[in-house]
């Protein structure tokens, strides 16, 4: 019988609602399907607030850093299109998944010059507990310290280490099963353009879970879902459900 991968909505659907929005992940909420993704970056007073890029540029009507506006100023800047929610915070998405089923997974997030966060991570891990909901959640990140971090801290549904194929070509597979083996990384994710069939075998010969990123379309989806991958991150939830059955 072939495997059933989970379906989680990337940053809450985006070609459906606007990304990281409340609206976005109030829909993906009522969707059947096992997992929600979203980002966090870091307040300039110290709060995590949902949102992908370092830069207000592309998905709200401000521009600048997000670690330039303290939570109570993002939460006036409004987001593009859909219902022009505003840039919420991470406390105000996890109350939304406190009481449901549905997994949320966290990207820790790096700055606008590419460093971590000084303290992000555990003051995410905060409003998880605050929220009740972190044992339902996986942190996923691409720094593998933090997501070692992470692990660490216990207490969650999984930890994910995110890379991209480029890292894959340049290190191989077994590169990337010694960097989850140094950090006891259980299960890895990259772009669904860097798989493919026999990639796919050799991680899992390592003993490692594996997700993807960048499914939004048919084809891409159709090739994630044959792959037999444990999960798939998409734009395209609703197009994944129909695919997958």
Sequence with gaps: MPKRTDI????????????????????????????????????????????????????TDRRGPVAGCTAEELSRI??????????????????LFAGRSMQLQVEIKSDASGQPYPGLLERTLAVLDEAGIRERCRIIAFDA????????????????????????NRIGVEGVAAVARVYG?????????GLDAEIS?????????????????ADSLEKALGLELDAVATDDPLLAMRLRG
């Excluded at 969650?156 to 194929?165: D, K, M, R, Y």
């Excluded at 990384?185 to 353009?193: C, D, L, N, R, S």
Aim: charged share 15%.
């Design 8 to 59: 989680v909505s990337h940053r809450g659907g985006t070609f459906l609602w606007p990304e990281n929005s409340l609206e976005a992940f109030e829909a993906t909420l009522a969707l059947p399907i096992e997992q929600a993704e979203c980002d966090v970056h870091l307040s300039a007073d110290g709060v995590p607030v949902v949102i992908h890029d370092a830069l207000l540029n592309r998905t």
């Design 78 to 95: 409004r987001l593009r299109g859909g219902r022009g929610g505003h840039v919420p915070s991470l406390a105000e998405v996890a109350a």
């Design 145 to 168: 310290t933090i997501a070692a971090a992470a692990q660490q801290a216990g207490g969650l549904a999984g930890v994910i280490w995110l890379f991209e194929a480029q890292m894959l």
């Design 185 to 193: 990384f259980g299960m890895v994710e990259t772009e669904i353009g």
């Design 201 to 217: 075998a050799q991680l899992r010969g390592h003993g490692l879970k594996l997700a993807t990123w960048g499914a939004n379309h």
